[in-house]
């Protein structure tokens, strides 16, 4: 899971001002056999240890980790 969640966050700064869609992160991981339970567990830790925040439907890497 630690992978996933380096990858997740990779793909989140790569995408930069602009937010990641929570919908494609999804999508991306469901097709690696990612459930939607655990797909929600890891952007819930993301968010909740704050490295990253979420704006709607879109994730954003947080300032200090920018």
Excluded at 40 to 61: D, T
Aim: aromatic fraction near 8%; hydrophobic fraction near 45%; include cysteine.
């Amino acid at each position: 899971m630690i992978k996933i969640a380096l990858a997740v966050l990779e793909t989140i700064k790569e995408v930069g001002s602009m937010g990641a869609p929570g919908g494609h992160i999804y999508a991306a991981l469901m097709a690696q056999g990612i459930t939607l339970e655990q797909y929600e567990q890891i952007m819930n830790v993301l968010v909740n240890s704050k490295l990253v925040r979420k704006v709607g439907h879109c994730y954003f890497m947080s300032e200090k980790f920018k």
